[in-house]
């Protein structure tokens, strides 16, 4: 991947994957659904790599907002985090179940910022943006709905339309999936061990949400959950998860966005065209680090105590991406390691965004130092020994 993007949204550009030891390249799928076994697990780590994509975003509005403040707001943000996360989980339960192998502990996987919105003709920039109204509106953009999102070759689209949504896109994999188990039979696409499946037990707070993946019901359910849980259910504001799991009925990503910037909750009777009539919402914009969108580690001076918390912070995130990798593709029970690593990566985030930016002239403009998620090899490397040593210590 390139520092504009995982994907480039053109339409007709073709997807490969250079697999070496530990390496994955991953550019824009073709436009058309998925053919075969090979091109099915291309899409799928597309959608690891896009799922991905959209957590250091969230988690910096997050992270930007002083402790204590913006209550409502950070619960909010912190709840699509954890479903993005768990989206993760069931894209690489798919691509275990179809015998594919996840690909995510690799300085490729993850995407330099500022970024490109993938699978959207409009050139969408995406940042590392404080908490505010311009952070809103690009997470509005990134989870809105498409009502109408077929897959290519259908009637109403033209072959030359490219990517219009995600919505699309998991619509496209979805038709891929469904034809390939006419064409090959159950058994044979879904024959991926089943003890790579992670389940409730595995994932943290998942509500029954993460479930094992072993034929076309539960794969086609995954894919359901992971758009409905992002842009509504049937052209509503709410996801699926009362129904599916027995859990309290919540609006879906898109619309949790919404009550934020309009500083309203919807109400029962809601509709998106009605937008949000509910109670107000205390929502104080002023309340936030403002920070430089385009903050690299090599703008804090060499030595100094906001470079190091900078750099720390990127090891510890590869960690946590060592950590997934781990779980999806070795024993699953491992993903539990992932909960004190995100622990840790807020008590990092408290310490670093406090701290008035180092260049004089970017303090002078009221910003702050910030986390960038530059994730090197040499980070998932110190990821790895860290990993390791731990192990080594609790087997003795």
């Known amino acids: 991947m390139t520092a504009t993007g995982p994907l480039t949204g053109q339409s007709g550009s073709a997807l490969r994957t250079d697999i070496s030891a530990d390496l994955a390249v991953v550019e824009e799928p073709p436009f058309r659904v998925p053919r075969d076994r090979a091109e099915l697990h291309l899409f799928l780590q597309a959608a690891l790599t896009l799922e991905h994509l959209t957590v250091p975003p969230y988690l910096t509005a997050m992270y930007t907002l002083p402790p204590g403040t913006n209550r409502p707001a950070h619960f909010a943000v912190r709840a699509v985090v954890l479903e993005e996360m768990l989206h993760m989980t069931l894209v690489a339960n798919l691509l275990n179940a179809t015998g594919g192998t996840p690909l995510v502990a690799n300085s490729r996987f993850v995407t330099g910022y500022p ?217 699953p029970a491992l993903l539990g390691a992932a909960v004190p690593v995100m622990l840790e990566l807020r008590d990092l985030a408290e310490a670093l965004y406090r701290n008035p930016h180092p260049d004089p002239a970017k303090r002078a403009l009221g910003l702050y130092a910030s986390a960038t998620y530059e994730i090197t090899d040499r980070h998932f490397t110190l990821a790895r020994d860290r990993l390791s040593e731990a192990s080594g210590a609790a087997g003795q």
Request: with cysteine; net charge negative.
């Open 115 to 331: 970024a490109r919105l993938p699978f959207s003709r409009d050139e969408v920039p995406i940042a590392l943006r404080h908490f505010g109204t311009k952070a809103l509106d690009t997470f509005l953009y990134i989870e809105r709905p498409e009502y109408v999102a077929e897959p290519p070759g259908h009637p109403s689209v033209a072959d030359d339309d490219g990517w219009t949504s995600i919505g699309q896109f998991y619509n496209t994999i979805r038709e891929g999936v469904i034809r390939l188990s006419r064409r090959l039979g159950e058994a044979e696409l879904f024959c991926g061990d089943p003890a790579r499946q992670a389940g409730p037990k595995d994932f943290y707070n998942s509500g029954g949400e993460v479930f094992a993946v072993t034929d076309l019901p539960s794969a086609l359910k995954a894919l359901r959950v992971i758009t409905e849980q992002g842009e509504g259910a049937a052209g509503g504001i709410h996801d699926t998860d009362d129904r599916l799991f027995g859990e309290a009925r919540e609006v879906a990503h898109y619309f949790r966005f919404n009550e934020i910037r309009q500083e309203r909750s919807y109400g029962p009777h809601d509709t998106p065209r009605s937008g949000p009539t509910g109670p107000a919402m205390d929502v104080a914009w002023q309340h936030t680090y403002p920070i430089d969108p385009e903050a690299k580690v090599a703008h804090y001076p060499p030595g100094s105590a906001v470079r190091r918390a900078a750099d720390h912070f990127n090891e510890v995130y590869a960690r946590l991406l060592v950590v997934l990798e781990r779980g999806y593709t070795e024993d």
